[in-house]
């Protein structure tokens, strides 16, 4: 398995758009996106929704594509500290990403971080493509550094059960200030290269409006992720619109080579 078994090249990065509910994704896919993303934006930076929830969008967007890759926010490592409350997700999820906040002081965190993704498949009974994700702000969110998810990411085998197919690189704090302003681009361009390189998926994420989009060919991202951008008047906790995901998607268009 590679990146490019999941993602289509291409000069556009693919378009993931974040929702809560049936309403916002049936509006996500409306406007065009290409992955479409659960989360709850009241409940952390990857708030889980609930999975009667997940089952809802699941079955209603399947209802109009059988074939659009799903992703699922699962929360924080350190919400799952209990192994016996990971709930039993449904079918249909291609990706599930866990955060790694607060945990960044603990020596074993790869550790955690491999039995929780292991009893999310067995509950399940389903294998899923794991999702890593670095906060740009690891030290305000108490995590560990982008480098130490990238190294841990790529001491994993991909042929592996619960090996993680990417990295998502994304705010911790959502109070206004971009990807770009906690993270240099030298940085990720030498993070992104390493994961290309290894085969895995490359994602950027947090505040990146139409105006954040300038030198993204540098990093040739496979996946863009937006919540404000897509949601009316650019408010994070507002309703995802298909208007606001059509302007999104022309902004992004070439912006990968």
């Not at 971009?178 to 030498?190: F, M, P, V, Y």
Request: glycine residues 10%.
């Amino acid at each position: 398995m590679t990146k490019d078994t999941l993602v289509a090249a291409g000069d556009t990065p693919w378009l993931l758009v974040s929702v809560r509910d049936v309403k916002e994704a049936e509006a996500a896919l409306a406007g065009g996106c290409d992955i479409l993303d659960l989360k709850d934006p009241k409940n952390g930076p990857l708030g889980m929704v609930s999975v009667a929830n997940i089952g809802k969008v699941v079955t209603a967007i399947r209802k109009k594509s059988k074939t659009l890759p799903i992703s699922v926010a699962v929360g924080e490592l350190s919400d799952w500290d209990n192994l016996k409350k990971i709930p039993k997700l449904p079918p249909g999820p291609t990706y599930v990403k866990v955060g790694t906040a607060k945990i960044g002081k603990d020596p074993n965190w790869p550790d955690r971080w491999k039995e929780v993704r292991k009893q999310f498949e067995s509950n399940a009974k389903l294998k899923f493509f794991w999702v890593a994700v670095a906060y740009a702000d690891w030290r305000a969110a108490g995590a560990p550094s982008p480098t130490a998810i990238v190294d841990a990411v790529l001491e994993e085998s991909l042929t592996k059960s619960g090996g993680c197919v990417g990295v998502l690189f994304d705010t911790w704090a959502k109070q206004g200030r971009s990807l770009w302003e906690w993270i240099s681009r030298a940085d990720l361009k030498r993070h992104a290269d390493a994961l290309h390189q290894g085969g895995r998926l490359v994602a950027l994420a947090g505040g990146l409006g139409c105006d954040k989009l300038n030198g993204l060919h540098t990093l040739e991202p496979d996946i863009v992720g937006i919540r404000s951008a897509a949601c009316k008047d650019g408010l994070r906790n507002g309703v995802v619109t298909k208007e606001a995901v059509i302007a999104f998607r022309t902004c992004l268009k070439g912006t990968r080579k």
